[in-house]
């Protein structure tokens, strides 16, 4: 039988192959399993640095704006995120609502730990399904920040977190984000068996995500009396008190159980079965329904075929309130009690019989009819004992089912040591079973000391974990040896009503590859230098404990999934070992910054070998080295040429499941507006000057009055005009402009002195007004050095203040009543000694391949090893070919790139970030052409002289802006400051250039600051 999906009927297990988590105090699964082995609690009070300035800590009442409880299980680093590595700018990384930049962060890591290239899994089925329950950091941004930017609408919606995930890896297969309270991850888990089960996708990741970012929940839960006030998690204990709250997250890979033994894949768990439903009504919205609960569960075992007996734990919802437990336990009672006494057949059909209607107990086979709810009542083989007790008393002489005398069950909670992550609950009390079965061994309940008077667990088979212990799986037939597969369920319930539940299976153990000893070459990669060493320091760990465990994989297994499991990457090394010792140990060396021991291999790629017949160009000799057997030659390629593919070695060995790419630790976090000083008052605008002198043309959409003193729509056609004899041009203004504006050229028609007026709308600071102001110097200075030239001095007038109310301003003079004017000064010396300049950075150098852009690319290199992209509008550069011959240290290359073209600058942008990972910082050196006098100067061909240097300059701010860029180097001269100072037509035009970039240089530092 076929159900149209390519798997069999009766084999709809869905495995897990893949998995990561973020946790308190673990961000690995060797981490998370340390500290339950060891029964920590990893519950502390709020960090430091993320305290509010009112918060108070361990008051048990709060005050009126002050957290009662400060406790809760944190995450280290909830503000980091490695933005660059997603192709994110960081303006939009810190409108990003942390949760989604955990799910991207988890997603890439689960991937990794299956073993899967991320980059080939774009265009692929790969469903998305998340479960996520906090907003807060939406309440933030709106609470503390008065602009609205074009980021925080999709950065801080909930919806976006699987749509994020989808969007970046190119997934086609379903994608969603649910809340459904505390039991969001269970039924995310839920939806993504069900995709997969009806052939929606062939993989899913699936989990759920749960962050702080205001102190607000603590607030109103301490206030409710719902949080526990000493920070102790006492699920199931008489001293229950109430729960703390927790953060972190985790993402599973799911794949067909079928489709993952077919290709090989290393399975961590299978998943039997999994539900969820409602509790309906019951006394108050967020009081559950153990019959809800208890149908639930029951049925999730029935349509799997499952027999109660097999499961042998059940990870709790477990709220540690004095009334959730009891509640819970009732339910799972009543479960058990049921499964018993009309026991499912094994190997069921998965699709098989559906319950009845929620929380109404009805569906159960045998069953007399619907008990209400909370009450036990229509439990098989019981009566309703004391109302609210929870205590459940046999009927009198019917004993419990012979298969039941002997089963035993251990509940507990993982609540206990990391807190309740509420949307990401039931993904963290999954990954706690998954990894106990890997080990065998059952974690205890942290702080379980004394069993709650309202739980009564006689005569049934659960028993509260209280200790670390073996785990041994149940019997079902013949006695389960020590190799059955052990089972358990995972519970998840929200407070409003949602019910989840999911049934697992242990996985099979991944069998050692065969056929292939000796040295294996292990490639390692990263984006940079820190990344690889940090990389490297993960795996070193990993090895380390894998030795120290005696539970290690083949070599060759991990060969074959660092060569086809990894997005290869720009800094790479290649390993050379025999065994796992031996690699650990150069795996340390590397990640202590020293250099690979001998017949190892680092460097770093990039996009192409020098050039040559396809006979000798080291990648064409690589993709033959596997083939005659150069497997050395190959891995000596590889770390240099990002063409070479370890995909073109023939496949030994199996994929197994290894740490992940260390993600750089940046903190992204939005700025709160600054309330305004008290007192503060605005400069009032300096008096305007007479208006009768002055024509101009206002921004568009304002309205000033024009030389006769009567208003006028700027919008008319005002220029070019004549106006007492003088023409007025105007051109459109380099950008970037605060407002539509113009550049106003004033040409004199006739003998006689003159004086001229340049009116123009902006303020001092504006670089698309500095110009004026320099080349009225220009055109002054010209004057001066020829001397049957008419004698031109030049006033420029900006109209800062014409939207509101028509009034022009001069630039506001200094206490002397003199209008202030640049001067040189020697800059003092340096006293940190740091440099912007990086070892192995990466530059970009615009607009002069050919003079002092050259002559830069050579320092970089010979004295930074930097990698640097020389651009400029020809096709080629042989002066660039000619230096990266020569360069016996770092890599020059040449891009050819259109400045004046906006689309063309973030194409460039993109492309080196593409290439080397990173951008660290631009040289802008494009320079002016020598086209003479300015009063000579055509205008049709001003604007296009000036425009790489201008617009260039523009353009490139506004395509790296927010991608964390060292620096943005403007090259220019003194004449933006002092006119055409050295009298000669190439000053002359850089004069106004070099005014523009200076004022654009200031308003960009400022805005930055």
């Not at 297969?173 to 995709?195: H, I, W």
């Not at 992550?421 to 993904?427: D, K, R, S, V, Y």
């Amino acid at each position: 039988m076929n159900n149209g999906t390519g798997v069999p009927g009766h084999d709809q297990d869905i495995a897990v192959v893949g998995l990561s988590l973020r946790l308190p105090g673990s961000r690995t699964p060797d981490e998370f399993w340390d500290h339950l082995a060891r029964g920590r609690s990893l519950i502390s009070e709020v960090p430091e640095r993320r305290r509010r300035r009112d918060d108070r800590p361990g008051r048990p009442r709060p005050e009126p704006d002050g957290t009662g409880s400060v406790w809760g299980g944190f995450v280290d680093d909830a503000d980091c995120f490695d933005a660059d590595f997603f192709w994110i700018p960081p303006h939009e990384a810190r409108s990003m609502d942390p949760q989604q930049r955990l799910a991207l962060e988890l997603s890439w890591h689960a991937l990794e730990d299956a073993g899967f290239r991320a980059d080939r899994m774009a265009g692929s089925r790969t469903g998305v399904f998340i479960g996520v329950h906090r907003w807060d950091y939406a309440e933030l941004i709106e609470r503390e920040t008065e602009e609205t930017g074009a980021f925080p609408p999709a950065g801080a919606a909930r919806a976006v977190i699987a749509d994020r995930v989808s969007y970046h890896f190119g997934f086609h297969g379903p994608a969603a984000a649910n809340d459904t309270a505390c039991a969001g991850s269970l039924v995310a888990v839920e939806q993504a068996v069900r995709a997969l089960r009806r052939g929606d996708c062939d993989h899913a990741l699936a989990g759920g995500v749960n962050l702080s970012s205001s102190p607000r929940h603590f607030i109103a839960f301490a206030k409710a009396g719902m949080v526990s006030p000493d920070g102790r998690y006492r699920a199931f204990d008489a001293n229950a008190n109430g729960y703390v709250r927790g953060e972190g997250g985790g993402v599973l890979l799911l794949k067909r159980a079928a489709d993952a033994r077919r290709d090989g894949d290393a399975v961590h768990a299978f998943i039997k079965g999994a539900g969820s439903n409602h509790g309906a009504r019951t006394s108050s919205l967020m009081v559950t329904d153990p019959a809800a609960q208890a149908e639930l569960i029951a049925r999730v075992h029935r349509r799997a075929g499952v027999a109660p007996e097999t499961v042998t734990y059940v990870e709790t919802h477990g709220p540690g309130t004095p009334d959730g437990d009891p509640i819970e336990i009732r339910g799972l009672k009543q479960a058990f009690a049921d499964l018993h006494e009309n026991r499912p057949e094994e190997g069921a059909d998965r699709a098989g019989a559906a319950g009845g209607p929620p929380g109404t107990g009805t569906g159960f086979p045998g069953q007399a009819g619907a008990g209400l709810p909370g009450t036990g009542a229509g439990l098989p083989g019981a009566v309703k004992g004391p109302r609210g007790t929870g205590k459940v008393r046999p009927e009198a002489g019917k004993a419990r089912p012979e298969a039941a005398q002997g089963h035993r069950c251990g509940v507990g909670s993982v609540k206990t040591s990391i807190g309740h992550l509420e949307g990401a609950a039931g993904i963290a009390g999954m990954l706690k079973v998954i990894l106990a079965m890997r080990h065998r061994k059952l974690p205890a309940t942290v702080g379980f000391e004394e069993l709650h008077p309202l739980i009564e667990l006689d005569d049934s088979p659960l028993y509260v974990v209280d200790r670390l212990t073996d785990w041994t799986a149940g019997a079902s037939g013949p006695a389960a040896g020590p190799a059955a597969p052990l089972r358990a369920g995972v519970s998840s319930f929200g407070f409003d009503g949602t019910n989840a539940h999911v049934l697992l299976e242990s996985g099979d153990p991944v069998p050692a590859a065969g056929g292939e000893h000796g040295e294996q070459w292990l490639p390692v990669s990263a984006k940079d230098d820190d990344r690889l060493r940090e990389t490297c320091a993960g795996l070193a760990r990993w090895a380390r404990t894998r030795i120290e465990r005696d539970d290690a994989p083949a070599l060759a297994d991990i060969a074959r999934t660092l060569r086809q499991g990894r997005v290869p990457m720009r800094e790479r090394v290649v390993f050379r070992a025999g065994g796992l010792a031996e690699w650990a140990a150069q795996l340390e060396r590397v990640a202590a910054g020293e250099e690979p021991p001998a017949g190892c291999l680092r460097g770093r790629a990039r996009a192409h070998t020098p050039g040559g017949p396809a006979a000798d160009n080291p990648a064409a000799r690589a993709a033959r080295g596997p083939e005659e057997g150069r497997i050395g030659e190959f891995a000596a390629a590889w770390v240099r040429d990002l063409s070479v593919d370890w995909a073109q070695l023939p496949e030994h060995g199996r994929r197994v499941h290894l740490p992940g790419y260390a993600f750089a630790r940046t903190p992204h976090r939005f700025a709160p507006a600054e309330t305004p000083e008290a007192g503060a008052t605005a400069t009032p605008p300096q008096a305007a000057p007479d208006e009768g002198r002055y024509a101009w043309r206002a921004p568009l959409g304002a309205a000033c009055r024009d030389g006769g003193g009567s208003r006028r729509d700027s919008a008319a056609p005002a220029v070019p005009s004549v106006i007492n004899g003088r023409e007025a041009h105007a051109a459109p203004a380099p950008a970037p402009a605060p407002a539509p504006a113009t550049w106003a050229w004033l040409r004199h028609d006739g003998d006689e002195e003159a004086e001229w007026a340049v009116v123009a709308p902006g303020a001092p600071d504006s670089p698309a007004h500095a110009p004026l102001a320099a080349l009225l110097k220009a055109a002054h200075h010209e004057a001066a050095r020829e001397e049957t030239a008419p004698s031109n001095t030049g006033k420029l007038v900006l109209l800062g203040g014409c939207e509101q109310d028509g009034r022009a301003e001069e630039p506001a003079p200094g206490r002397d009543g003199r209008r202030p004017r640049r001067t040189t000064a020697e800059p003092p010396p340096a006293t940190t000694g740091e440099s912007l300049l990086r070892d192995g950075g990466i530059y970009w150098v615009t607009g002069d391949a050919d003079g002092v852009g050259l002559l830069l690319a050579e320092r970089l290199c010979e004295r930074h090893r930097a990698t640097v992209v020389v651009g400029g509008r020809a096709a080629r550069s042989p002066a660039v070919d000619a230096l990266q011959v020569r360069l016996p240290h770092g890599e020059v290359t040449y891009r050819p790139t259109d400045l004046t073209d906006a689309d063309a600058v973030r194409a460039a942008v993109s492309d080196i970030r593409m290439q080397y990972g990173r951008l660290d910082g631009v040289f802008h050196a494009a320079d002016v052409p020598d086209d003479g006098r300015l009063a000579n100067r055509p205008l049709a061909s001003t604007g296009a002289g000036l425009s790489p240097v201008v617009d260039g300059a523009a353009r490139i701010d506004a395509a790296t802006r927010g991608l964390g860029l060292d620096f943005l180097l403007l090259f220019g001269s003194v004449a933006g400051a002092v006119g055409n100072a050295a009298r000669d037509d190439h000053a002359t035009a850089r004069a106004g250039v070099n005014a523009c970039l200076d004022a654009f240089a200031a308003r960009r530092r400022a805005s930055a600051a």
